[in-house]
């Protein structure tokens, strides 16, 4: 049996069985943004996550082949295994691209995958299974697995991109609540006793 489909049976099986015991409060990434390679099913290239929402990020995907270049754009939600450091992920998206003996094609795409931050470093680790949908191609499908390695370029300190305007806003309220209390602390400091002049 082909590597790429146990792997798929794998990730399509254990990952959303495990989730059903596993807490679903746990905070799905410790990252904003995070870069790194991508290798596996005949391409390698550039894999950059943003964080867009909590639990939610957009991967883009720079692939190179030996026959064909494309571009991927994915929409996937983060859910925790065990805490923050082990996730899994599920999405969906689309990509362009262009192939030496087909010209342009495009496609949708699924993903489910796994990724692991490595403790004491700013480095993921991941595996994913990202089946396609290919339009304009010789090929119609396509089922490949890719292993990732990203480096966190911006750390997560409980704040999305997005949180300041949705939700989320703690930053704002600790800083007006330290300004009532200074404004308190003030008024105290400027009441006179019966003695003082």
């Known amino acids: ?25 746990a905070h799905a990434q410790k990252y904003i943004t995070a870069a790194g390679l991508r290798l596996g099913g005949g391409n390698y290239g550039l894999t950059v996550q943003q964080k867009i929402f ?7 995907l720079a692939l190179a082949g030996s026959r064909e270049l494309s571009a991927t754009v994915l929409a996937e939600r983060h859910f925790g295994i065990l805490g923050p450091s082990l996730n899994y992920y ?12 087909d010209g342009t094609f495009g496609g949708v795409d699924g993903i489910i995958g796994a990724e692991y931050k490595l403790p004491i470093t700013r480095l993921l680790v991941a595996v994913d299974f990202k ?15 890719a292993f990732s390695v990203r480096y966190i370029l911006i750390k997560d300190k409980n704040n999305g991109l997005f949180n300041g305007l949705i939700g989320g806003d703690d930053r704002r309220k600790r800083r007006e609540k330290r300004a009532k209390e200074k404004a ?10 019966l003695f003082n002049f």
């Open 131 to 145: 089946p396609s949908i290919e339009f304009g191609s010789s090929d119609w499908a396509r089922f490949p697995t």
């Open 184 to 193: 308190k602390e003030e008024r105290k400091s400027q009441r006179k006793g």
């Open 54 to 60: 909590e639990k939610t990020t957009l991967e883009g």
């Open 90 to 101: 599920l999405g969906a998206g689309a990509h362009v691209g262009t192939h030496k003996d």
């Open 1 to 25: 049996m082909p590597f790429f489909i146990r792997a798929a049976r794998f990730l399509g099986l254990v990952f959303p069985f495990a989730s059903l015991f596993l807490p679903q409060s």
